[in-house]
C-alpha cells in the first residue's frame, strides 16, 4: 500500500509542476483596450435558458452594460420551452433593446445543444460568445473577446474563467477554490496541446468554426459537455487555434447551487461526461486525480489503525504541499479568498468528495432544470 501511494503521488507531483509550468506560460490576452469601431468583428451572445425567472434580468443587465456599441453585438436568447416567467421577463427587455432577440425551441427540440444550434443558425455575428442564463458578465467581457480575436485571427476558439457569485458564504467560497482549480486545469492542459475542460458559461468561437466541425454531431444525445465535446473537435481541426483569457476582466460569475442536493446533481452532471471521451488523457488524468485522493482516504484510515505514522503523514504532508501551490496559483487568478483554515478543511474533506462523485457521476440519475437524466 505504501509502495502504491509513493507512486501515485510521484505521478502527482509530475502532473502539479507540468500543469503550474504551463499555466505561467500562458500569455495574457483580450485586455479589452482596443477602441471598437463599426467596421469591425460582430459579436453574438447566446443564452440558452430553461426556467431562470430568477437570474435572466441579472445576466442581460450585466451584458447590456458591457461598454460596446450595440451595432457591433447582438444577444439571442433561446428558451428551452420555460415553464416560468422567463419568456415574459426577456419580451420586456427585448421591447427596449432591438439588438436583444428572444427565440423559442420548436415543438420536438429540448436540450441545451438544440437551443445552441438554434442560436448559431439565428447569429448573424462572426463570433457566437456563450454564457448561461444564471450568469453575470464584467463590463469589459465582450470586448475582451472581440480584442482577442481581431488581434490573432487564428484564434478558432477562445474561454475564460467562471466563478460563484458569493456575498460572504464560506461554503461557497470552498466550491470556488475547487471552481477555480478546474478552471486552470483546463486552460494549461489547453496550453500543453491537451484540451480537456472548459465551463459552457463563458467561452466563444467562430461560427464558421462550428459550422465547418458539424457543431454537435457525433454527441447530441449525451445532455451535457456542449462545451467539452465541441472543444475536442475544435481542437482537432484546429491544433493551434484555441485560446484562453488569462485576464480577470472576463471572468463571468455564476449562482452557485442552492442545496446540497443541487450541488449533487451538479457535480454528477459534470462528471458523467468524462465516460464519452475517447482521448487516453481524458481518462488519465480524472484516474490520477481519484488514485491521489484515494490514496489519501487510505492513509487517513491507516493512521488509525496500523503504526504507520511515519509513512502516512509523510505523503500527506508532501500532498498538501502539492494541493497548496495549486490553490494558491488558481485562487490569485480567479479572486478567490484562500485562508489555511479553508487549505486544512478541503484536504480533509475533498478526497472523500472527490470519489463520492467518481463513483455517483457514473451511475443512477440527475436532474438538470427540471428533466430527469440517467447516467
Not at 419580451?91 to 445543444?113: C, M, N, T, W, Y
Amino acid at each position: 500500500m505504501i509502495i502504491i501511494g509513493a507512486g501515485v503521488l510521484i505521478l502527482f507531483m509530475i502532473f502539479t509542476f507540468w500543469i503550474l509550468t504551463s499555466w505561467v506560460s500562458i500569455k495574457t490576452i483580450g485586455l479589452g483596450n482596443i477602441k471598437t469601431e463599426t467596421n469591425e468583428l460582430m459579436i453574438s451572445v447566446l443564452i440558452p435558458v430553461r426556467n431562470e425567472g430568477l437570474n435572466i434580468e441579472s445576466t442581460l443587465e450585466s451584458i447590456l452594460k458591457n461598454k460596446m456599441s450595440s451595432t457591433l453585438y447582438e444577444v439571442i436568447v433561446i428558451d428551452d420551452h420555460s415553464d416560468d416567467n422567463t419568456r415574459d421577463l426577456v419580451e420586456l427587455i427585448v421591447r427596449k433593446f432591438p439588438h436583444v432577440q428572444l427565440i423559442a425551441l420548436k415543438d420536438g427540440l429540448s436540450g441545451k445543444k438544440k437551443a445552441i444550434e438554434t442560436g448559431v443558425s439565428k447569429a448573424k455575428g462572426e463570433i457566437i460568445l456563450c454564457t448561461d442564463g444564471d450568469c453575470k458578465v464584467p463590463e469589459l467581457w465582450l470586448q475582451s473577446y472581440h480584442e482577442a480575436y481581431l488581434k490573432d485571427a487564428n484564434f478558432k476558439l477562445i474561454f475564460g474563467g467562471v466563478k460563484y457569485e458569493n456575498h460572504g458564504n464560506y461554503l461557497i467560497n470552498l466550491l470556488n477554490v475547487e471552481l477555480s482549480i478546474l478552471v486552470m486545469i483546463g486552460a494549461a492542459t489547453m496550453n500543453r496541446g491537451i484540451p480537456t475542460m472548459i465551463n459552457g458559461a463563458n467561452f466563444s468561437y467562430k461560427k464558421e468554426t462550428f459550422l465547418y466541425v458539424n457543431g454537435y454531431k457525433g454527441n447530441e444525445n449525451i445532455p451535457s459537455g456542449d462545451d467539452e465535446f465541441l472543444l475536442r473537435k475544435v481542437k482537432t481541426q484546429y491544433s493551434s487555434g484555441i485560446g484562453f483569457l488569462k485576464n480577470t476582466k472576463s471572468i463571468v460569475e455564476t449562482v452557485p447551487p442552492k442545496s446540497i442536493i443541487e450541488l449533487i446533481d451538479q457535480r454528477r452532471r459534470w462528471g458523467s461526461k468524462w465516460k464519452h471521451h475517447h482521448e487516453a488523457y481524458s481518462k488519465l488524468i480524472p484516474i490520477l486525480i481519484f488514485s491521489i485522493n484515494a490514496s489519501a482516504i487510505g492513509a487517513f484510515i491507516q493512521l488509525l489503525t496500523t503504526s504507520n505514522v511515519v509513512e502516512c503523514f509523510t505523503f500527506l504532508g508532501f500532498k498538501g504541499i502539492l494541493d497548496f501551490l495549486f490553490m494558491r496559483t488558481a485562487t490569485n487568478f480567479i479572486g478567490v479568498k484562500s485562508s489555511l483554515l479553508s487549505f486544512f478543511l478541503l484536504e480533509i474533506i475533498y478526497p472523500f468528495y472527490v470519489v463520492f462523485f467518481a463513483f455517483a457521476s457514473n451511475f443512477g440519475r440527475y436532474s438538470w432544470k427540471g428533466r430527469v437524466y440517467e447516467n
